[in-house]
């Protein structure tokens, strides 16, 4: 799951009223699913417990698999990137009137690091100022402008990593996954989003 927002997960919830979806703590979940043949709930269910790291939550659903994964590979919802992320475009806002600013906002964004002016009670950018270059890691002020002048530069998205259903079928989706399982015996260091059906 990539740039988390409730919102986005509250809206995910109510398109899928009959589904479950479930996020906690990773060693919880992995105790309760079981670590091995002997303590695991159902069939095959210790096996996706080695990928319970990171960014993750379970789906539980009556849906196909078919259906989730067409589901989430076009579900996407743009959104403001934080501070951390990394720069997706350059962003450089012109010299000029800021009209879509009220004259109170000016301190805030002299203070963000904007060279702003008062002019006839308008806010104005006295030279260009360039907010972000692409590539760069975000800083909370980068942050804070790129949202006050609504550039989007996140996305919300769930990629669904491993399957399993309940005659203990069990397959791996993210191909990087079983790539990382080859080169390492394990599968630490991914954020994933667990599809269970």
């Not at 319970?52 to 579900?75: A, P, Q």
Request: with cysteine.
């Amino acid at each position: 799951m990539f740039n988390q927002r409730n919102l986005f997960l509250k809206e995910l919830r109510q398109e899928w009223t009959d589904s479950k979806f479930l996020f906690g703590k990773n060693k919880v979940i992995a105790l309760a699913l079981g670590r091995d043949p002997e303590s695991e709930y159902k069939d095959n269910l210790n096996k996706i417990t080695p990928y319970l790291i990171g960014n993750i939550g379970l789906l539980f659903t009556n849906k196909t698999k078919e259906e989730v994964l067409s589901y989430f590979e076009s579900h996407e919802c743009p959104d403001y990137a934080r501070s951390g992320n990394i720069a997706t475009e350059d962003v450089t806002i012109q010299a000029g009137p800021l009209a879509q600013f009220q004259h109170t906002m000016e301190p805030q964004l002299r203070k963000l690091g904007m060279h702003t002016s008062l002019k006839k009670g308008i806010v104005t950018l006295d030279s260009d100022f360039v907010l972000c270059k692409k590539g760069d890691k975000l800083t909370p002020e980068q942050a804070r402008l790129l949202k006050l002048f609504e550039h989007m530069q996140a996305v919300f998205k769930i990629n669904v990593k491993v399957y399993w259903n309940k005659s203990g079928d069990y397959e791996i989706i993210d191909s990087t996954l079983e790539a990382e399982d080859n080169e390492n015996g394990d599968s630490q260091g991914y954020e994933s989003e667990q599809g269970l059906t």
